[in-house]
């Protein structure tokens, strides 16, 4: 069944420091799409990025960017000179593409226990 | 552009009363989820609905009933309230399964 392993629960850093949050996942599947989102204090939930499991280019937005590699099945996220308003919870997050559209179970959406970053001024 | 919209946004009931959390969402998409989140647990799956007349059970459906009304509407029922239930529920909605998922803005529900 698909997973997905967020095993830092807290991370806390000063500001402008560098933090990579990790996210390892597990699937059956060789197609499949992983997904991170961002949960601010306020609690709505922000999309950040989409990858597939077949583009395993790294990607960089400003000060984010997201390493993937398959080999380890882990889609880590590093933000780059942290500021105090990226502290947040952090969600990855899995789809994979099942046998079919109707394997829908696997088409849903499963999500990691999430890693809330603190950043201090 | 309203998105997805949750309704109520906060809820406090007693043990044993019934209620039931709206969704909809005004984008044509197809799948509509119900997720709960809790400390230290993420966000776990109630019910999804992979189409319009189709709903199916996901990790924590137990206490729980949906019905997905028409393209737009999803909603969430609890027929017989459990302090267990206490959480944050999230309605969210994609067009496609590898499409990213857009969500509400959540229900803070306590029963006590």
């Known amino acids: 069944a698909q997973k997905v392993t967020q095993a830092q629960t807290e991370i806390s850093v000063v500001e402008k420091e560098d933090v990579t949050l990790d996210c390892v996942y597990e699937?059956?599947?060789?197609?499949?799409?992983l997904f991170w989102y961002k949960q601010p204090p306020s609690g709505e939930l922000v999309f950040l990025i989409r990858r597939n499991s077949f583009d395993e280019q790294n990607e960089i937005s400003g000060r984010y960017s997201w390493n993937f590699q398959k080999s380890t099945s882990s889609f880590n996220f590093t933000i780059t000179a942290s500021q105090v308003v990226d502290s947040a919870v952090y969600f990855c997050a899995l789809s994979e593409a099942g046998k079919g559209p109707m394997d829908t179970g696997r088409r849903a959406l499963t999500f990691g226990s999430g890693t809330r970053l603190q950043v201090q001024p | 552009n309203a998105g997805v919209t949750q309704t109520p946004k906060f809820q406090v009931l007693k043990t044993g009363q019934s209620m039931t959390l709206q969704c909809a969402q005004d984008?044509?998409?197809?799948?509509m989820y119900w997720y709960r989140q809790d400390p230290g647990m993420g966000l776990r799956l109630i019910y999804y609905s992979a189409s319009e007349g189709t709903t199916d059970k996901g990790e924590v459906p137990n206490g729980y009933n949906v019905s997905r009304l028409n393209k737009r509407e999803f909603s969430l029922r609890l027929e017989s309230a459990a302090p267990s239930q206490t959480s944050v529920y999230f309605c969210a909605s994609r067009y496609r399964w590898n499409t990213e998922a857009f969500f509400g803005q959540g229900t803070r529900l306590t029963v006590v």
């Open positions: 699937t059956r599947d060789t197609t499949y799409y």
């Open positions: 984008m044509n998409h197809n799948s």
